[in-house]
Nanobody, 120 residues
Framework: QVRLVESGGGLVQAGGSLTLSCTASGTIFSFNNMGWYRQAPGKQLELVATITGGGTTNYADSVKGRFTISWDNDENTLYVQMNSLKPEDTAVYYC??????????????WGRGTQVTVSS
């Protein structure tokens, strides 16, 4: 079973930066989509950014120009570089991987999340 483990969350002041990592426990040979989602207290889960196996990226309007998603094939790790953070970016951030080919084929994998808190 491939597991996704997020790290890199924490407390940061508004205007600061954080980089979140999501490392897969097994070797990923290919995937359809990987992405970052977030859930703020009392709000629904929302898409932050996604990347396809071909490298095409997509961002929520609220993070465009501030966040950058990337996939390191050698490290089996998904990243999101978050700059110019705002208090409204405060949320638990989750990693997702869809249609992953590893030792087996997996659909819709989720990590357990990492907390990001941005103080004003």
């Amino acid at each position: 079973q491939v597991r996704l483990v997020e790290s890199g969350g924490g407390l940061v002041q508004a205007g600061g930066s954080l980089t979140l990592s999501c490392t897969a426990s097994g070797t990923i040979f290919s995937f359809n989509n990987m992405g970052w989602y977030r859930q703020a207290p009392g709000k629904q889960l929302e898409l932050v950014a996604t990347i396809t196996g071909g490298g095409t990226t997509n961002y929520a309007d609220s993070v465009k120009g501030r966040f950058t998603i990337s996939w390191d094939n050698d490290e089996n790790t998904l990243y999101v570089q978050m700059n110019s953070l705002k208090p409204e970016d405060t949320a638990v951030y989750y990693c997702n991987a869809d249609r992953v080919l590893s030792s087996s084929f997996y659909r819709d994998l989720w990590g357990r999340g990492t907390q990001v808190t941005v103080s004003s």
